[in-house]
């Protein structure tokens, strides 16, 4: 006999997990379809953010900054730590302790808001019908008045540079090494790409980062992305731009990977290979032959601003379709959808999606760039300040970077609020709110900043923007 829902959601990732949980506390009966695997065989709901991805990442960002400082910072605090080592087992156990309460508190919620949640294969066999399939069972059908696809995305492989599980590896790979490698070359030098090399490199390995484009960065405010560089390539990270790899062999003294840039060809020697040269939508046997789900030309599920498919009642949220491949912007996505298809009203603003890469300095930003600006024919006035003159930078000892404010020329409203600095993933969040409730820089010059936090950075930055920036001389 068949079950039957209001809501099937596919994948239990941030998208699909925050669909179900919504679609329930609407009134909706909800079930949500896990296919997750972990290597030891274990089943897991939070997709490859929870279990690969966001969550694991920062554990081990954190425990190697940590113990980075200790080895490169305590000391300018007048701590002196004679044989700082690590143990590198505690700190993956540490990260796997996270990612379990993390993903077992998302089968806590699905039972305390009454979502079936579902181990196993889910497939959309048309409007209103999925077929599940257990681990390890035959398969089911299921009727569902509404289906929400969210299925997420996979890591791109290079042909020069197949993956092989040990040596060659994705991102899921690069944060499972048992001991630190003493050579890591990075191909991609993206978000995974510069957290992953910090990982290692702030453990001890040699980071080489080899990226395609000439450009470093290039979705970041290029002063931003610029400052970022000066201090990662002080830092010891090697980041090759203009770099294509050709060709990758397996020696005696490791991997070599050949590559091309406008100086000629060159070739690096390394122990592990991180490929990181971005994801592609993964829906893969996520339709049956009647589906009738368009995809576009890059393999993402095409959906409207409303994340509707062309088939009514069905919707895709998160990395499956168009957009940034974030774990909030899937999750946005997921209420929406849950809120419409119960009646609501809802939407995302796409424009104001905060992203970060939590490398040190962090990088973090929300709105257009300077660049997007030019380009679009905004006028425009910038204000910016240096942590350098921030209280509270000094007392970290964290002043590098700075907080850059974009304002219109025309009605002061803010346009893009871009930062690389000490904890610039959580002071944009003010800057996420200002521009949702379409704050001018007035307005945030006008808001009290506590003393002395980095925040004041983000005040200095606003009031830089009008030349009335108190600690730095307007230029
Ligand atoms: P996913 O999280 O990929 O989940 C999809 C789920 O659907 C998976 O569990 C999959 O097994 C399941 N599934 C697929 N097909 C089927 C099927 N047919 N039947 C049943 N189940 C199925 N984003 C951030 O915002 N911040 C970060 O700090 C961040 N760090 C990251 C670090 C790394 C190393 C990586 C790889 C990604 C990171 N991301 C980060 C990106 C983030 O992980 C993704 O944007 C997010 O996971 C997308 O969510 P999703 O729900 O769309 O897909
Ligand atoms: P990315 O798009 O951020 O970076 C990929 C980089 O690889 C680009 O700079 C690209 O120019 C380069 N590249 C592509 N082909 C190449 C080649 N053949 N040789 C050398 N360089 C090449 O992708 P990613 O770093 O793989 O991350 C994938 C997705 O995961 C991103 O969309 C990102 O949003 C998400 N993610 C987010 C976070 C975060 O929010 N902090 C962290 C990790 C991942």
Redesign the pocket.
Known sequence: MSQSFDVVV???????YVAAIRAAQNGLKSAC????KNRDGSTAFG???LN???IP??ALLESSELYHRAHAEFASHGIRIEHASMDIAKMQARKSGIVKQLTSGIAALFKANGVTGLQG???MLGAGRVEYTPHGGSPGLIETRSVIL????APIELKAVPFDGKDVVD?WGALEFVEVPKRVGVIGGGV?GL?LGSVWKRLGAEVTVIEALDQFLYMVDQQIAKEALRHFKRQGLDVRLGAKVTASRRGTEGITLDYADANGTHSITVDKVIVAVGRRP?TQ??FGPDAGVRLDQRGFIEVDHECRTNVPNVWA????VRGP????K?SEEGVMVADLIAGQVAEVNYEVIPS?I?TAPEIAWTGRTEEQLKQDGVAYKVGSFNFAANGRAKALEQAAGLVKVIASAEDDRILGVHIVGPMAGELIAEAVLAMEFSASAEDLQRTIHAHPTLSEAMHEAALAADKRALHAINK
Do not use: F, N, Q
Request: with cysteine; glycine share 20%.
């Open positions: 596919i994948g239990a990732g941030p998208a699909g379809i896990d296919e997750w997709g490859t953010c690969a991805g966001c990442s920062k294969h889910g497939r969210a299925s997420g995305s991102s995974i957290e993964y046997d996520l949220v998160g990395d499956a491949m974030l774990a909030h899937g970060v939590y």
